[in-house]
């Protein structure tokens, strides 16, 4: 991969200004050393112009899109923060151009697609990193740590959930341009599967339900907002992963890790170690975790310090494009399940 010199700023452009793409707009605004956000590209002037006030950075500039920001030949990198189903359009044409590109997860709509990304990136040297931020976690990363120490013995399975508390947006509700709960809201579940059984998925049987989206369920009967995913990996470890929208009560984000030892549990639904206790009440509370930026905002700087990192040295990115595409597979195994009913053998899954 062709890297860049360390005496280089690596200039960002954020191509999509919303929640996700705000968050790795002000990292690079002025939390990555080495690195400047040059500017950000969205369709709407004024969202994207919003998004550049709230990094408070000077000399960012507005694109409309990501083509009209490949013309600024200062541009060093780019991420791409849009609706899946213009990742891999988006993503090959940036790598064509010579161009460094984060990715946000899910990679692409299918395997395919993420092929032809993997294949560009890697005929023009430069980096394709995958958005799987919670790799750069530090309890994610401790608990990987104790794994390969051999802490808990072999593992045996690993449960995974992520419970958001906000409802679908209304494009989510169309599977054919989302991929569903399953890839929108699970597809870090579906790594962190991946990550700690040291394995590729082999089976997978998952079922969905349609239980607080009322308005989508005529116009699209086979969106889901709560799904469970049961899985057994090549290597013999078990997996499970439980996925929701709009839960309201937090955002839930847990890992159990059970090996024939032990268990390792990450993760928290408290947001800070502060219980208020009354006496006419006579019951305990804390508060909760609102939101996955709060919850991984040092993951996402991490995430993105790495991608630089990756860029300088001409390393491989921590997170590649094959763990994107591993997902992907993960993902359509998942949703077929749902839609036949069956468990679904994934063949090949180690190519």
């Known amino acids: 991969m062709n890297a860049v010199s360390n005496n280089d700023e690596i200039r960002v452009c954020v191509v999509g200004a919303g929640r996700a793409g705000l968050v790795h707009a002000q990292n690079f605004a002025g939390r990555v050393p080495g690195a400047r956000l040059a500017a950000i590209a969205d369709l709407d002037e004024t969202a994207g112009r919003a998004a550049i006030d709230a990094c408070g950075a000077p000399g960012v500039k507005w694109y409309k899109s990501h083509t009209d920001a490949l013309e600024d030949r200062t541009i060093d990198a780019f991420v791409v923060v849009t609706p899946t189903k213009f990742h891999c359009s988006i993503v090959v044409e940036l790598v064509c151009a010579g161009r460094h590109v984060l990715c946000e997860k899910p990679m692409a709509m299918t395997a395919g697609e993420c092929d032809d990304m993997i294949a560009a990136a890697a005929k023009n040297g430069v980096a394709l990193q995958i958005g799987f931020m919670r790799r750069f976690d530090d309890s994610y990363v401790r608990a990987k740590k104790l794994l390969d120490e051999g802490a808990i013995g072999d593992v045996v399975m690993v449960r995974s959930n992520t419970r958001g508390p906000s409802e679908p947006q209304p494009w989510m509700y169309d599977l054919s341009a989302s991929n569903g709960p ?8 579906i790594d962190t599967l991946r990550w700690f059984s040291g394995s590729e998925f082999e089976t997978v049987f998952a079922i969905g339900g349609n239980f607080r989206s009322p308005a989508a369920k005529a116009a699209y009967p086979d969106f889901y907002d709560n799904v469970i995913l049961a899985a057994g990996m ?16 937090a955002y839930d984000a847990r890992v159990e890790i059970l090996g024939v030892k032990g268990c390792i549990f990450i993760g928290r639904t408290q947001d800070a170690a502060v219980v208020t206790c009354t006496a006419e009440t006579r019951e305990a509370t804390y508060p909760l975790v609102g939101s996955w930026r709060q919850l991984f905002r040092d993951a996402y700087l991490a995430e993105d310090a790495a991608f630089c990192d990756s860029i300088r040295s001409g390393a491989p990115p921590g997170v590649t494009g094959r763990d994107g595409k591993m997902a992907v597979i993960a993902v359509e195994a998942g949703n077929r399940s749902i839609r036949e009913k069956r468990a679904i053998t994934i063949q090949g899954a180690t190519l």
Do not use: K, P, R, T
């Open 182 to 189: 399953l890839a929108e809201v699970n597809s870090h579940d």
């Open 234 to 249: 090549e290597n013999g470890v078990q997996g499970m992963i439980d996925g929701a929208q709009g839960v309201g009560y």
